[in-house]
């Protein structure tokens, strides 16, 4: 009975290998793991790195605990555009609390939201965007907040596409995910969003579990309610994940450095020149928005996913460059 | 070709099932998982959850992706008298600071601890053992930090058993972790302890991965230095991961309720009523420290380890506990 530790161990053990020694490239060298992306420079990127970091033998070899990567999810993993859709949703959540709060009317900016006055909403600027997130996303608890997230996302319309928000997501970027996982990498999401206002759909949508989920927070308070312990968002905020706050983050939550890092916009620079700037093989990716008729068109102006800065680091950096509108042959699954 | 990522997908599935459905309890019906466990309640309770959750069938089954089982570390998974580790390491450090810092030979609590005078560096309170922590823990980037963690623990030696710290972690709950990860759970740590004091060493010791420890931390912020980026451990507290603070913890960095908790004091009282108060099959686990031969015998008048509230608990809420002198045939990996 006393090597029964070593035999468990042992059996982990072969089974991990198994997992991840899996010979992906070799099995079937005709079949294509990211076909809604066009042959090119970018793709072949994606595929060497993949193949040199994980290729037994290879110099570049990275082991499979090491293979972390990051994923920015607005405009990187789904769309962002004509505004952020966690602000669609503290917009539909104000309108839905409205009667609640008389006061709204007068007062500024839920007056402005009220009246669809997306102007004045932006000129309130960060202090009324923040008024906005903390009442629709504070003062209840977290188990009354996942639903009101999942009832929205089950009714809420995109204005343009008119389908759920969650059929916005790239098509090319999920075969990316499965294709990384498919290879050991685990697969985070490091988003300058609410962490609670993605938890409840990403794993269904891109296969990653609330676990690897890192994002702006609220401050939580633990409390027994009749008996029962429950968890009450505050209306203070606990975490930007954003800019500086993303490497803070991927240390606080993951504790190691990712070697490959994804993201659209100058909120993902620091993210990016973390990521790149550690020892070893390290890949960056932006993708660059550039594709007006299938998706936006939109860079250095932007207010929402402003790229500038990091696309002009990109060349210095090396950091990969997708052109949505040459790199992807289907943005949206539903293109298919 | 527009079929192949369903074909990844497909690889991909079919090899968690292997992983997932591997029926360890059938493979060998005489193989012992626990054998540092003696025969008992204990341990069939153990068993017995494990394998009513983990069982195709069961009615009591729970799917892989929800098998979150969280550790306190601190006289749960090692010991943690005379004092705290982290607080020997913190001693440590101050000693190893000294010379540089002419003035802590007159000034609270620097000076006690240079004396050796515990009594003191104990009466100095919350306030001094913070400052303690923050002189030792701050001031340095995340890396020179991590390799300091490391140094120590090559060459600190416990004061009772001479040995490295990391060696006087329990044999029994070595086996559990492993029993728990063969069996499709993910283990985590959640420790009132330093998140970054952890992370270095509990992948080699534990089997768990630094992105599965939850504990408490300070601020981060990031820097260029030279071209270089960095982290700097800043001297304010960020987070503090102990009582009301785990569940918080839990769902900051998990983002789900765990089915399994195990603690050894008042701290991981509320980690236990959250995790039990939850759905489903739920298991809850003390460990007792009733051995003074072997390990250490303290409870509810304990300064450090204080076990009070949440042995009243126990029997009402279903709590196991592990009586050590009792249950465990080894307490320690060197004694087998």
Redesign the interface.
Known sequence: ??D??S???S??AA??L??IS?P?FS??AK???L??WNDGATKKAILEFVRTTTEKGSPQYVPV?QR?ATFDNDGTLWSEQPLYFQLAFAIDRVKALASKHPDWKEKQPFKAVLEDDMKTVSASGERGLVELVMVSHAGMT?DEFEAIVKDWLATAKHPRFHRPYTELVYQPM??LL??L??NGF?TYIVSGGG??FM?PWV?KVYGI???Q?VGS?IK???E?HDG??V?VRLPEI?FVDDK??K??GI??????RPIMAFGNSDGDF?ML??TT?GKGPRFGLIVHHTDADREWSYERKSPIGRLDKALDEAPKSGWVIVDMKQDWKFIYPFE?
Not at 251 to 256: A, C, E, L, N, T
């Open positions: 009975m006393s029964c530790r035999c468990w161990v059996v982990a089974l991990s198994l997992l899996t992906v099995q079937d079949a294509d793991p076909p809604s605990e972390i977290t999920l075969e499965t294709f996982r498919v685990k962490i609670e938890r794993e579990p609330p676990e989920v927070s939580l308070k633990y027994v029962k312990p968890l606990d500086i706050g490497p803070v240390q606080k939550f993951i504790g190691r620091e020149q973390w700037a298919k």
